[in-house]
């Protein structure tokens, strides 16, 4: 069994500490996971060419995406973590989202379990729905077992680190996961 956290903040910090604490009770479970840190990447632009759409060919476009499409289909469970940015996700993530099209038709991600991780400064009762509902759609698009979110509130770097509450919650979502896997 493998567990794939993907982060999409373009900075070490509180989104990436959320992730951790996930992983973290996935590995207690005995399951592997692995961290793919999207600023790590070079993925470029959907150019909206649909080559990949419905055909079963990969996208045309030589970057990073391919590897990252072949872990995503080889893991039994996906984590999106993301902050928020003026109330949405980041660009990598957006971007990372909008790369996604060789996998929706045949849909290769479907009964997937998937989570979601999201942090930012705002008060969360003003854009957490909004931003868990982004994240609906696209893994109810993928076909994807949605088992829960852990949206946060952290103003500075790191800040996170230091709420039990949400550690508590990231690590119950992690177990969560686990049971869904059958561990």
Not at 75 to 95: E, R
Request: hydrophobic share 35%; charged share 20%; aromatic share 6%.
């Amino acid at each position: 069994m493998k567990v794939l956290g993907i982060c999409g903040s373009p900075r070490k910090g509180n989104t990436e500490q959320m992730l951790k604490w996930v992983l973290d009770s996935c590995v207690k479970g005995n399951v592997r996971t692995e961290t793919i840190l999207l600023r790590e990447l070079n993925i470029g632009h959907c150019t909206g060419c649909e080559v990949c759409y419905g055909t079963g060919r990969p996208c045309t476009i030589n970057d990073d995406m391919e590897g990252l499409i072949g872990k995503m289909i080889e893991s039994d469970a996906i984590i999106i973590a993301t902050p928020n940015y003026f109330t949405n996700v980041s660009g990598l993530m957006k971007q990372f989202f909008d790369r996604n099209n060789p996998l929706c038709d045949p849909p290769l991600l479907k009964g997937k379990i998937s989570a979601f991780l999201c942090v930012g400064a705002q008060p969360v009762d003003k854009w957490g729905d909004f931003l868990e509902k982004i994240y609906l759609n696209y893994s109810k698009g993928m076909g994807m077992v949605n088992v829960g979110s852990v949206i946060a509130k952290a103003e500075d770097p790191g800040e996170i680190a230091n709420n039990e509450e949400v550690q508590l919650s990231c690590t119950n979502l992690g177990n969560l996961i686990l049971d869904r896997l059958g561990h």
